[in-house]
């Protein structure tokens, strides 16, 4: 099991070479080398899976990467790097090499001609082993790496067409954000190791029970989460994700929806031990995750971009799976995620679809596209339908399943938040849809269905999001004696269950909000714009995303870059200015002599003088005050 | 006598001196050959170094000490002139005279920077800095095309001549404080206080605190910094390569020497002042470095930065500690190298060093490209390169010391970093060039490039064999 978990992280790496150093040149090579690496991955992890399935213990394996024996008091460094194979692990490995092999074939359509399509493929492969690299990891600092890596290779593929100025600026943006967010994750793993003197997760889901109630520990969890909050784009780290949306379209499905994004998700549910055992840090996870979910999904109501309308929608939907296993669910977080994965990726590729054959982006410019591309269009809806919770579809059974964790542990206010956010989500969802595949066609709009490439792989995945959620119904755990709470769970397995009440409610509201989105958008009976004018600043307010672009924008701008530019300008302008006063008639007769083309030299002297006589006086202020008693 | 012990110091002196001699002898259209005589040289002394270091262990009744913290050095001074050298074949290659002095130049501050790290007695302390300074202050002027590079050789050496004096005024008052220039006597000394035993003698702290700041200046440590950005700028590209990764690692030899085995602790004072130095060099550093747009500049400063993460390491003197700034100065070196390497393959040898001229380096040299990347990721932090696990060494040994502040700065500092490093990064990959050509990368800078990068992702992968050798020193040194 072991060797099969190592060989499916491998396999991208080793296309990733061969592209990088040998197939360059042939591009239709370097897609296959991708295309083998990814679907040899997907065997392997389906592999992984039947084995998990059949023994629920999983496997675990690790070597000493690092080792710094103890001496004396200091306990030493030990890092290992380890495979844990797991029910978890073994999921998440089928979600991720599914999604990338699927995007891989996508991609051979929608990445035609493009001149980097070898570089496109070299970074695709690198992303899937990071990123399967990352959910095999055994420890907190072999996870860490692989964040990093997955980090990396989301800014070089946001950047991907870094011609526009737009991508360049997305990219740098993606990366700068996540990094302040790793910022506390890595305080929190080296405060981790102080306290445990591990990394590893299964010695420490022995060693943190025995810690609870310590001091230490809800500072610890709230510093790792703050990884995840940036990796899922959760508030107040969400800006970099819809800016994001600058990366090819495939990409934006495999990472920026499907996989790297949830690997904050999925790193909460690895460690949810830690989190578990701090009760103040859950209940900020179940509110930060309500409220971005809330707040995403206002803003996805009033925009125009496609991919951006996807992209709010993304961040709205992973609000969801913290808030689930913030209210203590990790089941309803890890089945959303799953579930997510296939809808969100098929939705982002029918986008692309639909992109591709018009070159346009902005939903009030196409129109009647239903008739033109019958696959896309269908194919789309079902990943709506699938989004907005219908019945029997995927995120029906996911959605309630988180809906009805926050009400079974008594948060009935984030209950009625999660109702609130299904109505908007199956709003916006169809807004989209009434307006760009609906209506008449918009003049000029050149619409073609896209090639089999780009076909199959929308049909597979839409498939996918009508079954997918089946696994977590009564009916799969009376077929075969288990459902997806009982094969991934924190504490007891969960009994699937249909809760009629709940599931009639959110249904209900489902599909409130697309009877209102064919009201305004469909038969136009309510003028949007009627509304947006009635609602001026709200709708203001929302166009500009809050204004936390700005907010940050303007942090960076002032704080930071100008505190570096004051002390740039201490450096060289202050100092001088002194001497240009104290030394200007010296500087008169020695004008000529002078070697060197600023009076700068006396002012370093000055602050080298000046440097040494502070610290010996502050170094011995109480031998003077003992010498003058 | 044992000359073992100074063995190596021999024979890179007499490498000095012979390609001073070659310089005459060689015929006049031939000279640019003693560059190579020089790099084979060094590979040979570096060879030499590994193989057959000497087993003395002091020299003159132990006034020189050759033990495995300053082979360690030693080994690292070597490596870094031979690369120097390399680097520098094509920047003589443009000189019309003088080309032999350059390397002869180069060797003899090699010689100075060998003795820094052996030194155990005041005097061949300062007999080691001044020979390791003054080529250098040749070195940097020796552009004489460019009135920059004489504008920096006049500046260093007037600054280098008050950190001197500074430095000097501080081991006369340590001297008079317990009457020897051993390090051992000294030691002795002032561990018994004169004043009663909390406070330690007053003497002590200011010459403490002057020596500090002597050798604060050589690691152009803030607020001892500013003579490093225009220096850089204006030397010679790999002159400032060498100032860079060897007057600095040679400024932590002598300081580690220095802090855990000559001053005494006095209550925790001069760790208060080693922790001042490097949170300054950090967030200035770091801060400063935002905004500039020339490469040189921008690097001055990341290294002022740099120096304030390996002063964590001196913090207190801990096995840990001091193996962590072992293996960040291993990785500093490589890192810095490839990044010069890369600016001075440029058609004017490196001379302007905007960071604009870097622009769509990725369609006009991939390889380069690639390997500065590694590199910049490397500084930056950024796994798997080898920067990210010895930031990780340094910060959870600070950690450990229960200082957390201080880690939790050192890590917020790097990540304002990241910004800098991330613009040079995306001028590399993701900005136009107007001119597309591509560059011709001289074959030894291809060869310091591949190896820089190479030992950059090696040691973060396999950090394994350098950490186990960098402790086996710290704990063969510090009990």
Known sequence: MVNAAIALVLAPLAAFILIAFMTRRTEALSAMVGIVAAAASLVLSIGLLVGVLADPAGAHESIKWLSIPAIGHFRGLEISMGVLVDPLSATMCVIVSLVAFLVMIYSLGYMKGDPGFSRYYAYLSLFAFSMLGLVVADNYFQTFSFWELVGLCSYLLIGFWFEKKSAADASRKAFITNRWADFGFMVGVLLLFQLFGSFDFTELSTVIPLAKGGAMLPLIAALIFIGPLGKSAQFPFHVWLPDAMEGPTPVSALIHAATMVAAGVYLIARGFILFASVPAVMEGMAYIGGFTALFAASIALVQKDIKRILAYSTLSQLGYMFMALGVGSMSAGMFHLTTHAFFKALLFLGAGSVIHATGEQDIFKMGGLGKKMRITAWAFTIGALALSGIFPLAGFWSKDEILLASLRSGHVGLYVLGLGVAFMTAFYMFRLIFTAFGGASTEGLRAHESGPAMAIPL??????????????????????????????????????????????????????????????????????????????????????????DEIYGWIFARVMLAGGRAFDWIDHKVIDGLFDGLGAATRATGRKLRLTQSGRLQGYALVIFGAVAIAALALSTDLLGGLLK | MDFSAIRLELVAAL???????????????????????????????????????????????????NDPLALFFKRVFITAAFLVALMSLRFTAGLEESRSEFFALLAFSLVGMMVLSSANDFLSLYIGLELMTIPLVVLTAYDRASGKSTEAGTKYVLLSAISSAVLLFGLSLLFGASGSLAYGDVAAALAKPAFGPASGDPLAVIGGVMALAGFAFKIAAVPFHMWSPDIYEGAPTPVAAFLAVGSKTAGFAALARLLFFVLPSNGGGLSLVVISLSVLSMVVGNLIALPQTNMKRLLAYSSIAHAGYMLLGLVAASRAGLSALLYYIVLYLFANVGIFAAISSFGDGGRSGEIASLRGLWKRSPFMAASLLVCLLSLAGIPPAAGFLGKFYLLAEVARQGKLWLAALALLMSLVSISYYISVIRVIIMEKAEDESRIRVPIAQKAILALSALATVGLGVFPGPLTAWTQAIAAAVLR
Not at chain 1, 500 to 506: D, K, N, P, Q, V
Not at chain 2, 15 to 32: F, H, M, N, Y
């Open chain 2, 15 to 65: 490498i000095a001196l012979s390609l001073l001699a070659v310089g005459l002898i060689a015929p006049r259209g031939k000279r640019e050959m003693t560059g190579y005589i020089a790099a084979i040289a060094f590979l040979g002394l570096l060879a030499l170094a590994f193989l057959a270091p000497g087993h003395g262990s002091s020299f003159l009744g132990g006034r020189f000490l």
């Open chain 1, 459 to 548: 049909l597979v995945l839409a498939a996918l999001s009508v079954v997918a959620g089946l696994i977590g119904s009564p009916w799969f755990e009376r077929a075969f004696g288990f459902s997806f709470g009982s094969f991934i769970f924190f504490g007891e397995g969960e009994k699937s269950r249909l809760d009629l009440t709940t599931a009639a409610i959110s249904s209900l509201v489902a599909v409130g909000g697309i009877g209102l989105a064919w009201i305004m958008y469909g038969k136009k009976l309510i003028k949007a714009e009627r509304v947006a004018a009635a609602f001026g600043p709200a709708y203001r307010l929302l166009d500009h995303k809050f204004y936390i």
